[in-house]
């Protein structure tokens, strides 16, 4: 099993300011990397696929780059409506698995 | 309007057996792959069972193998699964996801249905 490491855990942030999230694969993934967002009492939204691939209707502040075992996905001006817990996927094998997740705060 | 909805969940004693459904509108179910990924309260994500658009193939994590059954009824625009042995650990919201590819992220995802496993 590919196991997805997510740093940090949590991380305080001002709106305005900007966001780096990391996300480590065991092994190498190549670009099959997602990231999802999850708010309180709702399901996650795609973010991000093919590590930097916007999915439909996802706006421009949100980045992925990386590829093999380094991923980051970067929130580039925080929005109030971006708190939220952020978590990475790979899909390179099965069983697709997740990372910890990191929790991003208003500061 | 794209739509998955889980139903099925209830609080079940440990060694029950459960069976969730997950209705999809909205959306042609045939074209796409589906998971099943929970989440125990508070904590993170787990894919434990994807199928198939056709039913072909199926999934499954080592922590539900044998115990969950994946299946699809693309007549009714419906997925299942089948729990069996359930155990404590198994207690989280359980949602249903859509993927265009089987091996691939989820785009759409329902709102979940919780299992609580407790005597």
């Known amino acids: 099993e590919i196991v997805m490491t997510q740093s940090p855990a949590a991380l305080s942030v001002s709106p305005g300011e900007r966001a780096t999230l990391s996300c480590r694969a065991s092994q190498s993934i190549l670009s099959n990397l997602a990231w999802y967002q999850q708010k309180p009492g709702q399901a996650p939204r795609l973010l991000i696929y093919?590590?930097?691939i916007r999915a439909t209707g996802i706006p421009v502040r949100f980045s992925g780059s990386g590829s093999g075992t380094e991923f980051t996905l970067t929130i580039s001006i925080l929005q109030s409506e971006d708190f939220a817990v952020f978590y990475c996927?790979?899909?390179?094998?099965?069983?697709?698995?997740f990372g910890g997740g990191t929790k991003v705060e208003i500061k | 309007e794209v739509q998955l909805v889980e139903s099925g969940g209830v609080v079940v004693q440990p060694g029950g057996s459960l069976r969730l459904s997950c209705a999809a509108s909205g959306f042609t179910f045939d074209d796409y792959a589906m998971h099943w990924v929970r989440q125990a309260p508070g904590k993170g994500l787990e894919c434990i069972s994807l199928i198939s658009w056709n039913g072909d193939t199926t999934y499954y994590a080592d922590s539900v193998k044998g115990r969950f059954t994946i299946s699809r009824d693309n007549s009714k625009n419906s997925l299942f699964l089948q729990m069996h042995s359930l155990r404590v650990e198994d207690t989280a919201f359980y949602y249903c996801?859509?993927?265009?590819?089987?091996?691939?992220?989820?785009?759409?995802w329902g709102q979940g249905t919780l299992v609580t496993v407790s005597s």
């Open positions: 996927q790979q899909y390179n094998k099965w069983p697709l698995t």
């Open positions: 996801a859509r993927s265009s590819l089987q091996l691939w992220p989820a785009d759409f």
């Open positions: 093919g590590a930097s």
